[in-house]
């Protein structure tokens, strides 16, 4: 932060400065009045919380793949959204299945499980597809090439889901286990909302695991490092990112999974605002760093829920919800005005 | 060199976003639309005129000359795919049914039913009705299914010289003296009817007087729940709480909660199957809110809308053309429905729909003029027609129409959802509350 000083600053500083410190003061306005206004309880602001974070942490699954392939290719990967939507489907179709037999309400874990083995295997098989065929050969193409190739294989991927699966909506099978909730200290949490915040720590202590403790994972960071150096000392630098591309594809295809239990509705345009949402979370966390993909996910979750009414309610701006997207980027704006490359992001300026 | 990319895919992304999430081109300027409108037709006149003089139409609009073994062309502005498709297939069997009910012809000719989807939202809307208008072919459309798809896609169409009937388009501005197009009239109700039905049944049978309303944005939604709230205000109720989604919107449990701190008896959310069945579903998980009734309207009256809501849907309210009331010939109509399509109809419009094929069929008998071996039909000859529809006996009533366009027998029901595996109105579920 202080380097900064060293740096002489420009007009167009002065300018993001002011704008940061305009929306700031702002959004402390509105909350302070909103607060000291009382119109909501604490078991309510307990309650916009845990909404929050049930949804961030469906975000902060899609994010990891985003990151991941962004620390190792240098490349975003649009398409990724679309990952999380295959896998969906699969977990759907598997679900539906096991619903019709009877499965789904007797041996309810174990229905989940198969659900996120096929939703996992659908989105890596996906994921590491598109590498190989879209991205592979553009690998030593300038940076923009893959970026708006990734856009491309976006659409490619959501109308072929729209060919194979039609244009309308799907009722995700209910899981009888999962629904109804239970009393957590001043709050009730619903019981799929508990299901999405333990699949989310584990999928992420696994993830974790992978990338610090294993030989694969010691190849991910190489290749992020310096691909050719890593080439070199004898890794298998094609292996490795179709390994990412995978490791990405099945968070993503848990995501899919969590998101069928909770919102229990499938459709092929499903992948779009989640995988923008997604992606926004992976930037406010720092593009590239793993914690920054899950803290920027719970992040932008919560701030959703919470912001429209924290914000905007107190200064009497009517229908607040409507606008949660529109807060949700302004606090990514104003993040990236003062830390340019997210909240735990390296510096990027340094590596370029 | 990475930081510029990344600033770069952040611009890209956030443009996506707003291209993604804006409430869509907004009913924007009338004005705007009527200045353009003169240069739009000035363009296509000239290669229409010299066909309309040679067949010696008088018509100012042009007339559309069909040979002898040539189909008349009728088309449909409906949605048929996606989450709201429902409600546009309903409209569509109605349309078929009233065809078959024509033995397929008209004066001779073949009756041809062509049709594009329209999504439910103003971008569909336009993209079918710039579809349609460019074919010189079709003589009259029936659409569009959402009010929104009408707001840009009837100028469209008017300004093309056709003339169209909407089965379930309700939204009072459309019928606005002040920005109705000409050539547009509705078998559908005028949701100031619907809004104020709501709020008496609210009012005076279920005795709340606190109530909270949701809109998406759309113009259905939006001139339905400014129809619901005057009427419940100007019977002595009080709106607690004025809301809003996105369409797309999945999580809904914030925008709960906050509903939940004003403390309503009940809320209103006359939007559509997705966005309805979302809330539904998440209503009964948020605090506060366990014991607040729900009620939903015409948009949400679906099979499609109780499966995606769940058991949640359980004893909620959904506001509908009253079926109850509509003639013997109803039931006719339903048993030809089973016939051809097994089942109950899909959604609330299908009579609608069955009433604005057949107003247009009477209309083209009126106005079409045999012309050598040709039946010439004048395009503003068949507006006038429409517009001069007087007691003519529909499925839905005494259909009549307004100089505004609006053409509906209006009769309005509140009906209970009493089962949510089965769909059926008045023999399973939904089961007709109100007017008792």
């Known amino acids: 932060m202080f380097s900064n ?135 030593r193409a300038p940076r923009l090439v893959p970026l708006i190739t990734a856009i491309g294989v976006s659409y490619f991927l959501q109308y072929t889901a729209r060919g194979f699966f039609g244009s309308g909506v799907e009722a995700f099978p209910n899981v009888p286990a999962l629904a109804g909730s239970i009393a957590v200290g001043p709050i009730t949490m619903q019981r799929s909302q508990i299901a999405v915040f333990a699949a989310t720590g584990i999928l992420l202590l696994l993830l974790w695991l992978i990338v610090s403790k294993t030989k694969i994972g010691r190849a991910i960071r190489a290749v992020a490092e310096d691909k050719d150096a890593a080439a070199l000392m004898g890794v298998d630098v094609d292996r490795t990112i179709s390994i990412t591309f995978a490791l990405g594809g099945i968070m993503a295809g848990a995501a899919g999974v969590m998101y069928g239990l909770v919102f229990r509705q499938v459709a092929f345009y499903m992948g779009f605002v989640p995988g923008l949402k997604a992606f926004t979370a992976a930037v406010l966390g720092g593009i590239g760093n793993l914690a920054g993909a899950v803290l920027g996910g719970l992040i932008l979750g919560v701030i959703e829920s919470v912001g429209p009414s924290l914000f905007l309610d107190g200064i009497g701006i009517p229908s607040p919800h409507q606008l949660k997207d529109g807060i949700a980027f302004t606090v990514l704006v104003l993040i990236l005005i003062f830390r340019p490359s997210g909240i735990l992001g390296e510096r990027l300026s340094k590596r370029a | ?70 189909p008349i062309k009728i088309a449909y502005a409906l949605v048929t795919a996606g989450p709201n498709s429902a409600l546009g297939e309903d ?59 009408a707001r840009v896609g009837a100028p469209i169409l008017s300004e093309a010289g056709l003339s169209l009937v909407s089965p379930s388009n309700t939204a009072p501005d459309l019928t606005d003296a002040a920005k109705r197009v000409p050539g547009y009239f509705r078998t559908a109700h005028n949701d100031l009817v619907q809004g104020a039905v709501a709020a008496d049944f609210v009012y005076n049978d279920l005795g709340l007087t606190k109530a909270a ?13 400014a129809a619901f709230a005057d009427a419940f205000k100007a019977l002595g109720g009080e709106i607690v709480s004025e809301q809003a989604v996105n369409v797309g919107d999945t999580d809904m449990r914030p925008v709960l909660t906050t509903i939940a701190a004003a403390g309503p008896e009940m809320i209103y959310y006359p939007i559509f199957t997705a966005e309805a069945g979302f809330i539904t579903a998440q209503a009964k998980e948020v605090q506060g809110l366990e014991n607040t009734k729900l009620m939903a309207a015409d948009g949400s009256f679906s099979q499609d809308f109780v499966n995606a809501a769940g058991e949640a849907a359980l004893g909620m309210y959904l506001s509908s053309p009253d079926f109850s009331a509509f003639g013997d010939a109803y039931q006719g109509f339903l048993t030809k429905h089973e016939e051809k399509y097994g089942g109950a109809p899909l959604s609330a419009f299908h009579a609608h729909a069955y009433d604005a094929t057949n107003m247009i069929a009477a209309a083209i008998t009126a106005v079409a003029v045999q012309d050598g071996d040709n039946l010439s039909i004048g395009r503003q000859a068949l507006r006038d027609a429409l517009g001069a529809t007087t007691d003519f006996q529909g499925l839905t009533g005494n259909i009549t129409c307004d100089p505004n366009g609006d053409c509906a027998d209006p009769k309005i029901a509140v009906y209970e959802v009493t089962d949510v595996n089965s769909w059926n109105p008045n023999v399973t579920s939904p089961i007709k509350v109100f007017p008792k």
Request: hydrophobic share 50%; net charge negative; glycine share 10%.
């Open chain 2, 1 to 70: 060199m990475r930081t510029r990319t990344l600033l770069l895919s952040v611009l890209v992304i956030i443009a996506l976003a707003f291209t993604a999430c804006a409430p869509a081109p907004q009913p924007a300027a009338p004005a705007e639309q009527a200045t353009t409108a003169p240069a739009a037709e000035d363009a296509a006149a000239p290669a229409e005129a010299p066909a309309a003089d040679a067949a010696g139409c008088t018509d100012p609009l042009g007339c559309i000359e069909i040979a002898a073994g040539d």
């Open chain 1, 5 to 139: 000083l060293r740096r002489k600053y420009d007009f167009t500083d002065y300018i993001l400065w002011f704008i940061g410190a305009t929306l700031l003061v702002a959004i402390l306005y509105g909350s302070y009045v909103t607060l000291s206004s009382g119109k909501y309880t604490t078991e309510q602001w307990l309650n916009f919380i845990v909404f929050g974070l049930a949804q961030g942490g469906i975000y902060a699954l899609i994010a990891l793949g985003y990151t991941m392939v962004y620390g190792i290719l240098g490349m975003i990967n649009f398409a990724h959204g679309e990952f999380f939507m295959f896998g969906t489907f699969g977990a759907f179709f598997v679900a539906e299945a096991l619903a019709i037999s009877g499965f789904l309400e007797s041996n309810p874990l174990l229905s989940i499980i198969i659900m996120l083995a096929a939703a996992m295997s659908v989105s890596a098989m996906v994921a590491m597809l598109s590498e190989r065929i879209a991205y592979r050969p553009l690998r």
């Open chain 2, 91 to 149: 409209s569509v069997r109605g349309i078929e049914i009233a065809v078959d009910d024509m033995g397929g012809e008209l004066l001779g000719h073949p009756v041809e039913i062509v049709g594009e989807d329209t999504g439910c939202s103003p971008e569909g809307g336009q993209a079918a009705a710039t579809k349609l208008a460019s074919d010189p072919s079709i003589v009259a459309v029936i659409g569009t299914s959402c009010s929104s798809e």
């Open chain 2, 213 to 225: 309303t949701v809109h998406d944005g759309s113009l259905y939604a939006v001139g339905l729940t």
